[in-house]
C-alpha cells in the first residue's frame, strides 16, 4: 500500500512537469486512482488506444528517468520509493535493455553520477546507501564495467575532495 501512495505522489509530480503522449499519459493517470496497480487497466487502456511500440517505449523510458529524478530530488532514497521505481517500471512494461535500445545512456550516467555524488558528499556509504546504489545498475540494466566506470568517476572525485578511501570503499 506504501509503494502505491509513493506512486501517486510521484505520478501526479511528473504529470504536472511533463507531457506524455497517449496510451502512457493515460497510464500513469490511471495510477493516480485506487489502491493498487492494477495491470488488467493498463492491457485496457492499451487496447483502447493504438500506439506506435517503439514511442512509447521512448516515451516510457523517458518518464522513468523523471519520476527518478523526483523521487532522489530530496537527497533520500527510501525503500517505498525505490521499490515504488520498480514497480512503475514493471507496469510500464519497460525491460532493462529498452534504456540501452533507445539511447538513455547519457541520461542514465547523468541520474546515476547525481547520485553517487549525494552519496559520497558525506565521505561515507551506508550500508543501505551502497545497496540502493547497486540497485541503479540492476535498474538500467548497465554491465559492471560501465556502472563501474560511471561510479569510478565520483568516487575518486570523492576521495579528491578528503573523503576517507577506506569508509567508501566497505559498501562499494
Known sequence: ???VTVIKKYCAQILD????????SSLLISLLDGDE????KRNEIWKKTPFDQDNYKEQACDAIFHYAEAILADNKLTEDEWMSLRVLKMYLKIDEDDFIRYHKEEAIKNLLQAQLKRLYADGYIEKE???MASEMQGLF???ATIYGEFEDEIFNEAI??????IDLIKHR
Open 1 to 3: 500500500m506504501k509503494k
Open 129 to 131: 546507501e551502497g545497496i
Open 141 to 143: 540494466g548497465l554491465s
Open 17 to 24: 512537469e511533463h507531457a506524455y503522449l497517449e496510451p502512457l
Open 37 to 40: 496497480v492494477n495491470p488488467q
Open 160 to 165: 579528491e575532495n578528503g573523503a576517507d578511501f
